[in-house]
């Protein structure tokens, strides 16, 4: 039963430095990544290269960042005290939730 105790300790032992060795495989190779990466980053830089020049089998497509405009919806409700609503997506003004939670028809307020 000793013995057994011993492999089970030396099992248990070998599996945590198996770990700890896995680990820091893992932070050697994630380190030498970055360290190929910084390189290929300044060698770009340094040349001027684009998308194109390393890769001119890809077909590129330039694309915007701009946001795209938003487009003001007319009123379609309106409550007493001028408040307008379009009845588009989005949250809903704190008037028609109002509205909505009393209980009332939110046809009343629509703009004729």
Request: aromatic share 6%; glycine share 6%.
């Amino acid at each position: 039963m000793a013995h057994e105790d011993d492999l089970d300790v030396q099992i248990s032992e070998l599996k945590k430095k198996l770990l700890q060795l896995e680990a820091q495989q893992e932070d050697a190779r994630k380190e030498k990544i970055a360290e190929v990466v910084a390189s290929i980053r300044a060698q770009i830089n340094e040349f001027g290269l684009k998308p194109a020049d390393l890769f001119p089998e890809a077909r590129w497509v330039q694309v915007s960042r701009a946001r795209p405009l938003k487009k003001d919806r007319p009123p379609k409700y309106r409550n007493e005290q001028g408040e307008v609503w379009s009845g588009g997506p989005g949250r809903k003004p704190r008037w028609v939730r109002e509205v909505e939670a009393r209980g009332e028809d939110i046809n009343k307020y629509l703009i004729v």
